[in-house]
């Protein structure tokens, strides 16, 4: 069985701060791991996805994550926050013999940026 | 392109009551899904559509929950009767065939059962 671990359901830097999202998982196989954020009012957009190549995997926004095997996690970071980066972020994990659509989330952690 | 739609956007009823959410996923898409967030817990897999096929339905909660793709086009989840814990906000996500295909989401219906 797979599950998601999201350490923080709340998240607060400044602007301009290093923005670091943390996430564990668990997993029986090599697993895909994924980001998502959700703004206000919208639906999940994708952030980025690790599908075992590179272990750093850089997306839209200036984020990356990086896939630890030894530590089963995959960390969200970006150097340098900014005000439009408010809000919710879901890591996610899904068995690559399956469909990459059924995926199991963490609980989410909502970042909030002050100026 | 035009996004996956979900209508609507928002949806309160009574207990007992009947409710059928919408999804129109992005044109050409074969995949669909529908997941569910209740409030403060986790994003849970429903169901996958391939065309009109059910993939895959091991997270619908229980038997009064129905979903449908007629056609392979849009789809409907019907909850017969609500109850209180069916709360929460429905999303449904589309993605094309081929396997590394991302999933576009749509905004989600929030629903509430009083």
């Known amino acids: 069985a797979q599950s998601v671990t999201q350490l923080g359901s709340h998240v607060s830097v400044s602007e301009g701060a290093l923005v670091l999202l943390r996430c564990n998982y668990s997993?029986?196989?090599?697993?895909?791991l994924f980001w998502y954020v959700q703004y206000p009012n919208q639906g999940l957009q994708l952030l980025l996805k690790y599908t075992s190549a590179a272990t750093l995997v850089k997306g839209i926004n200036g984020f990356e994550a990086e896939f630890k095997k030894s530590e089963t996690s995959f960390h969200l970071t970006k150097p340098s926050a900014h005000m439009s980066d408010a809000a919710e972020y879901f890591c996610?994990?899904?068995?690559?013999?399956?469909?990459?659509?059924?995926?199991?989330f963490g609980k989410g952690t909502k970042l909030s940026v002050k100026p | 392109e035009a996004g996956v739609t979900q209508f609507p956007s928002h949806s309160v009823i009574e207990k007992g009551q009947t409710v059928t959410l919408r999804c129109d996923p992005i044109s050409g898409h074969d995949n669909l899904y529908w997941y569910r967030r209740v409030m403060g817990k986790e994003i849970k897999f429903l169901l996958h559509?391939?065309?009109?096929?059910?993939?895959?339905e091991s997270g619908m909660p229980n038997n009064r929950f129905l979903a449908e793709r007629t056609g392979g086009t849009y789809s409907t989840l019907k909850v017969q009767p609500a109850e209180l814990e069916d709360s929460g906000v429905y999303f449904c996500?589309?993605?094309?065939?081929?396997?590394?295909?991302?999933?576009?989401f749509g905004n989600g219906t929030r629903l509430t059962v009083t």
């Open positions: 996610a994990v899904s068995d690559p013999r399956g469909s990459q659509g059924n995926l199991i």
């Open positions: 997993s029986s196989v090599p697993p895909y």
């Open positions: 996500a589309s993605s094309q065939e081929l396997r590394d295909s991302p999933l576009h």
């Open positions: 559509f391939v065309k009109e096929s059910k993939q895959d």
